[in-house]
């Protein structure tokens, strides 16, 4: 099957429409030999207009530091909720459907479709400009993500919180945001 593995639109940045160029945490440049994570919150208001809550593009190895950070029972937390078998199979079987149709209908892991006023996160991982295979971005819907809230420890939470305070931009509505704001770590 002819994949086109070209990163969707959807990934580019906010603040200049174009791809992410560099590593949010080290500011590694995400060129051919880096493998990152490209993951947005929007919130899609009434009119069915999806505004941008936050971005980041992060690379394997800061990511993989922060989950690290975490305490082992939210490691444990976060992998029952998001590293299924099931996620995983399906995650194979999209790649080689037509997934760009419709992957930002519903929530992989819910399969509901994003409804107005819903919060949701896009997920993809990268090499340079290509999407690794078997590996298409998907969405996390509200129910999914007020799950893993509701999971994760307290402990978490802060530090997941300070990450984004520090990481994700100094605007201060986003501050506010991310005071209740979930940030998930794939
Ligand atoms: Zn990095």
């Known amino acids: 099957m002819n994949q086109d593995t070209s990163i969707p639109e959807n990934f580019h940045s906010d603040s200049d429409a174009h791809p992410f160029t560099a590593c949010k945490v080290c500011s590694a440049a995400l060129n051919d030999s880096t493998r990152y994570v490209i993951e947005k919150a929007y919130k899609r208001l009434t009119d069915g207009e999806d505004v941008t809550l936050f971005e980041l593009a992060i690379c394997i190895a800061c990511a993989e530091k922060q989950a690290q950070k975490?305490?082992?029972?939210?490691?444990?937390?976060?992998?029952?909720?998001?590293?299924?078998?099931d996620f995983f199979e399906k995650r194979q079987a999209r790649w080689l459907s037509d997934w760009k149709s419709d992957w930002t209908d519903r929530c992989?892991?819910?399969?509901?479709?994003?409804?107005?006023?819903?919060?949701?996160?896009?997920?993809?991982?990268?090499?340079?400009?290509?999407?690794?295979?078997?590996?298409?971005?998907?969405?996390?819907?509200?129910?999914?993500?007020?799950?893993?809230q509701d999971e994760l420890s307290a402990e978490t939470k802060e530090e997941l919180d300070n990450f984004g305070r520090q990481f994700l931009g100094p605007d201060p509505r986003l501050k506010i945001l991310l005071e209740d704001y979930q940030f998930v770590m794939v």
């Open 70 to 85: 975490m305490s082992s029972e939210s490691r444990k937390t976060i992998e029952r909720l998001m590293g299924s078998k």
């Open 108 to 148: 992989i892991f819910s399969d509901e479709e994003i409804q107005p006023n819903d919060e949701y996160h896009i997920v993809g991982h990268f090499k340079g400009t290509e999407i690794l295979p078997y590996q298409p971005p998907f969405v996390i819907g509200q129910k999914m993500l007020e799950r893993m």
